[in-house]
């Protein structure tokens, strides 16, 4: 008798011989197999998960991925699509035996076009390295996620990433014309047209972003452009209270100033941050939290009357103490703590991150729901996020728990903050994903009938259910 353990065995050992012939077949397509070169591979940016894949391949072209897809098509063999591996829901991991499909190597900056103000890329361009190319002629690509500096295009279309300045600018899905795509066949499509009306049949393109490689492999993209601000100010008000934090958000944002970030930060957080990065930030010795205000544009002048026009409201708000930056360095040195804050507080403590997002006006209940929910659960949270566009990010720190309550506790904590943005008008996921981790509380916002709706289009595009399996839609 074979025994489950055995079969397993046998179709993982099947697999990695069909991939080794596939490599005979790409011999211009770089592939690793060894555990020691595969490893990395097997996790990402999210917690402490760790799943090694079989191997790893490397296409450099479109048609070496169309060439991977048509044969693992063929073979039923399961292709999961990773990028620069920063993302936190562990979409990318490889939960099963098959190909990792890595798209460092499609790193081209095809075209800048000055004219009709795009960008044409490929998906493993680094957004970094994309912003500094477009600068150089003068333009901007606003979309701006925390792991900016490593973080790949692909990954944040796959993910519909936002960032910090999304409060005035938007987020990644606004900047997208035309994607190329692989299917799970091997065709290669483009999903729109490079202009900025379309309304020519169903929008492919913002089906593909979001859609964390479940439906192809975007191979390439059409990104719109808009001429860049010269001039920016950023500016750090202090608060003794979390709720006054949160409700001058909202009354900054009626108002006429228009900031192009507002970013939500608790003392645990600014402090774990500076001591890690080694940067200064204007700390107050009563303060709970933080709020870090960004204006740009093309006058100063224009600038400091924005900063001068919400000194008012903060005030108004009980702000502790309110601090225009001096110069760039100093900027520098506060954006650095601010985007520093994610990576630094799990060196802390194991931990989970909760990317909540509600309506702006519901950012104060949000907060303090989160931390009644601490006290009834016994954990510690450390809050900062997008606060001009809603959304938390809630990191849960283990300390001291005991693994039963951190295994069996903290999923029904969880739930509960879920709920309570769902009952505000809220969701689960702002810009990172479903992916793995969030897959069991996808039921609080979706039902039977959204289910029913994602398996339809996934087979449609997938039907054999080769592309990131194991995820949320299984």
């Not at 100010?233 to 949160?246: G, H, I, K, P, S």
């Not at 200064?280 to 093309?298: M, R």
Request: glycine share 8%; hydrophobic share 40%; aromatic share 8%.
């Amino acid at each position: 008798m074979i025994t489950c353990r055995a079969l397993v065995s046998m179709i993982d050992s099947s697999i990695a011989r069909a991939i080794q012939q596939l490599a005979a077949e790409l011999s211009t397509v770089q592939f690793l197999f060894s555990e020691g070169e595969v490893a990395e591979y097997g996790s990402d940016y999210t917690e402490d998960l760790f799943y090694p894949p079989t191997a790893v391949c490397f296409p450099a072209s479109t048609e070496d991925v169309s060439r991977i897809m048509k044969f693992c098509n063929l073979h039923k063999i399961s292709v999961f699509t990773r990028g620069a591996g920063t993302g936190l829901s562990g979409a990318c991991l490889p939960v099963s035996a098959g190909l990792v499909l890595s798209t460092k190597k499609l790193n081209k900056i095809i075209h800048i076009d000055t004219e009709n103000l795009t960008a044409t890329v490929e998906c493993g361009v680094v957004n970094a390295h994309l912003k500094s190319a477009v600068e150089a002629h003068g333009l901007y690509y606003p979309p701006d996620p925390a792991s900016q500096g490593s973080c790949s295009i692909g990954g944040n279309l796959a993910h519909g990433a936002g960032g910090p300045r999304a409060v005035k600018y938007g987020i990644t899905r606004d900047y997208v014309l035309n994607l190329e795509v692989v299917l799970p066949n091997g065709d290669v499509i483009w999903t729109g047209a490079n202009t900025l009306k379309n309304s020519t049949g169903f929008s492919l393109t913002h089906l593909m972003i979001g859609s964390e490689g479940m439906l192809g492999i975007i191979t390439k993209a059409v990104l719109k452009l808009i001429p860049k601000p010269t001039q920016e100010l950023l500016m750090v008000a202090a608060f003794a209270e979390l709720t006054d934090c949160a409700k001058a958000v909202n009354a900054v944002l009626l108002s006429k100033y228009k900031p192009c970030a507002i970013e939500l930060m608790e003392k645990s957080g600014v402090e774990i941050s500076m001591a890690a990065t080694q940067s200064s930030f204007p700390t107050h010795s009563q303060a709970e939290a933080y709020l870090l205000f960004a204006f740009d544009g093309f006058e100063g002048d224009d600038l400091f009357a924005e900063a001068e026009g919400i000194f008012s409201i903060l005030d108004a708000h009980r702000a502790l103490d309110i601090l225009p930056s001096p110069n760039a360095d100093t900027a520098a040195s506060w954006w650095k703590v601010r985007r520093a804050i994610g990576e630094t507080v799990k060196q802390v403590s194991p931990y989970k991150e909760e990317d909540t997002v509600v309506p702006r006006s519901a950012m104060p209940g949000l907060l303090m729901k989160v931390k009644e929910i601490g006290e009834k659960y016994g954990f510690q949270s450390v809050c900062y996020g997008h606060a001009g566009d809603g959304n938390l990010h809630v990191n849960i720190l283990k300390n001291e728990l005991s693994n039963h309550d951190w295994q069996h506790e903290i999923p029904k904590a969880i739930t509960e903050i879920f709920e309570y943005c769902k009952s505000v008008g809220g969701t689960i996921s702002g810009e990172h994903g479903i992916g793995l981790v969030q897959s069991q509380y996808l039921p609080i916002v979706m039902g039977d009938a959204h289910y029913h709706l994602f398996r339809g289009i996934k087979y449609t595009f997938d039907p054999h259910g080769i592309l990131n399996p194991g995820k949320w839609l299984d």
